[in-house]
């Protein structure tokens, strides 16, 4: 299967690129410092995790310092992909290294993947991407280290909000049990990766929720961080990944919008407890999980909200 011909394709290879999608999250950067310190263990020394700009919040990983920004090689013989569906949400500066691999291998599990790689291991049901790694270690009978442990751990909790969203699975519950078993300091883990934050972090999310309108009777949030806010609070790439799910921890709303200002137009993150928002964001381009999902729109924020709004309320129930 796959994976075998997978594991069979690392062996032969010497030199190694790990990608995930820009602006990487717990998942994004558990999977990947994972598959790195996997490769690191299995002997393979020429390993490069890439990443331009990335939170500071999951320094407490294995391996966190092996994550840079400069390429040490002009191509690859194998891109490892992880935690994103398509070429274009890989930093455009990283793109050509996945286009020039001799082999392209990538884990994911977002909907409507493009199967980009030579070989895909996808699977939109799991939880995280850090999960599809696990269960790929497990069925190669590979025993992984505790290293490699709390780095997928930390990919886990963080794209299963703390096990609460209902992707969660047994597996990611044996997992974690696994882990205990192991030794490995599961609470401390989901403390860093969960609910550890810098003041600027807070800050952000103070001045984000100081702006939450409700709409719809109370079933949409939405609410807004500017360029200028960035500026001027000091926010840093990462820290303002947990505001969009703070408006669906109010009884009642059904979908939390959250649209921050980029270079290019407010990115605009959807977070719902039952709506399809990756339908919604579909719309305008965008696209995700069904209760998670983002699209990037080049308007005013006035313009932003009254669009966003009005679209999702259509589609409430
Ligand atoms: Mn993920």
Redo the contacts with the bound molecule.
């Keep these: 299967m796959t994976l075998d011909e997978i594991l069979k394709e690392i062996n032969k290879a010497e030199t190694f690129v790990v990608l995930a999608h820009e602006n990487p ?1 717990g ?2 950067i558990g999977s990947s410092l994972g598959m790195c310190t996997f490769l690191k263990e299995l002997g393979k020394n020429d390993v490069d995790v890439l990443f331009k700009e990335y939170p500071e919040t999951f320094k407490f990983l294995p391996n966190f310092d092996m994550i840079k920004s400069e390429p040490s090689h002009e191509k690859y013989d194998m891109a490892i992909v992880v ?1 994103c569906p398509n070429t274009d949400r890989v930093g455009k500066e990283y793109r050509k290294f996945i286009e020039t691999a001799k082999v392209i291998v990538q884990f994911d ?1 977002h909907l409507r993947n493009s199967m980009f790689g030579d070989y895909n291991v996808v699977n939109p049901v799991a939880p ?2 850090a999960q599809i790694l696990v269960s790929s270690f497990e069925y190669l009978k590979i025993d992984i280290s505790k290293d490699v442990a709390i780095c997928l751990l930390a990919g886990i909790i963080t ?1 299963t909000g703390g096990f609460r969203f209902n992707s969660t699975t047994t597996e990611t519950f044996e997992y974690a049990a696994w882990c205990l078993s192991k030794g490995i300091n599961v609470s401390k883990v989901y403390k860093e990766a969960m609910m550890t934050k810098t003041k600027s972090q807070f800050n952000a999310e103070k001045l984000a929720l100081d702006r939450l309108k409700f709409f719809a009777d109370d079933k949409i949030t939405f609410t807004y961080i500017t360029k200028k806010d960035i500026e001027e609070l000091g926010i840093k790439p990462g820290e303002l990944e947990g505001i969009a799910g703070i408006g669906v921890t109010i009884k009642d709303v059904e979908v939390a919008i959250f649209a921050r200002e980029k270079e290019d137009g407010f990115k605009v993150s959807f977070r719902s407890n039952n709506i399809d928002v990756a339908d919604i964001c579909m719309l305008f381009g965008g696209g995700g999980h069904k209760l998670a999902a983002g699209c990037l729109i080049d308007a005013d924020i006035e313009e932003v909200q009254k669009a966003v709004v009005s679209e999702t309320m259509k589609h409430l129930k």
Excluded: K, Q
């Design positions: 999250d998942d994004a935690d599990h995280a991407c794209d």
